[in-house]
Antibody, heavy 124, light 106 residues
Framework: QVQLVQSGAEVKKPGASVKVSCKVSGYTLTELSMHWVRQAPGKGLEWMGG????????IYAQKFQGRVTMTEDTSTDTAYMELSSLRSEDTAVYYC?????????????????WGKGTTVTVSS | SYELTQPLSVSVALGQTARITCGGNNIGSKNVHWYQQKPGQAPVLVIY???NRPSGIPERFSGSNSGNTATLTISRAQAGDEADYYC?????????FGTGTKVTVL
């Protein structure tokens, strides 16, 4: 059973960067299609980027292009999401999520395993 | 960009049926997935590809998709079903979430 364990809460100043980690257990990272989703206080879910099922590459939502970088360390089965030039509107809970329903050939189009989330607060 | 519209809130009496809609242009041609999120918790997948239930999700949860509207139906609603619900599709290399619906069980 796949589990995603995220790093702890962060407090950052405007203009700084934050790097959130997501460690995989129960499987290897290379076999997973990882995504990052955020949720601002009282708001809905917002996909930031992740696995593109069309070509297997990492893609970013247009809103975050140029500010977000998603990487993977396969030696430790840990995925990372780094967001730069932080502003107050980036205050949110950041989730990593993946699809593991391998009985379904389209499993990578949705997310059935989620981390518990990492709270990032941007404040001066 | 593709947009998914959900009602802000839906109320349902205990034991009755709740229907949550997700509107999008020709959404019937796409695969729709549904998530349940309770306060302070991560989302949980309750329906995938329009009408399939992951293991562990009660049969009371069902889904349909046609035309411009997808629907999540919760039968015999229980107090534990109170949560926010989000639809999601994949469109043009983007994973799109709906605006979210708060379900209240009276």
């Amino acid at each position: 059973q796949v589990q995603l364990v995220q790093s702890g809460a962060e407090v950052k100043k405007p203009g700084a960067s934050v790097k959130v980690s997501c460690k995989v257990s129960g499987y290897t990272l290379t076999e997973l299609s990882m995504h990052w989703v955020r949720q601002a206080p009282g708001k809905g879910l917002e996909w930031m980027g992740g696995f593109d099922p069309e070509d297997g590459e990492t893609i970013y939502a247009q809103k975050f292009q140029g500010r977000v970088t998603m990487t993977e360390d396969t030696s430790t089965d840990t995925a990372y999401m780094e967001l730069s030039s932080l502003r107050s509107e980036d205050t949110a809970v950041y989730y990593c999520a993946t699809g593991t329903n391998w009985n379904d050939r389209y499993y990578y189009y949705y997310m059935d395993v989620w981390g518990k989330g990492t709270t990032v607060t941007v404040s001066s | 960009s593709y947009e998914l519209t959900q009602p802000l809130s839906v109320s349902v009496a205990l034991g009755q049926t709740a229907r949550i809609t997700c509107g999008g242009n020709n959404i019937g041609s796409k695969n729709v997935h549904w998530y349940q999120q309770k306060p302070g918790q991560a989302p949980v997948l309750v329906i995938y590809r329009d009408s399939n239930r992951p293991s562990g999700i009660p049969e009371r949860f069902s889904g349909s998709n046609s035309g411009n509207t997808a629907t999540l139906t919760i039968s015999r609603a229980q107090a534990g079903d109170e949560a926010d619900y989000y639809c999601q599709v994949w469109d043009s290399s983007t994973y799109v979430f709906g605006t979210g619906t708060k379900v209240t069980v009276l």
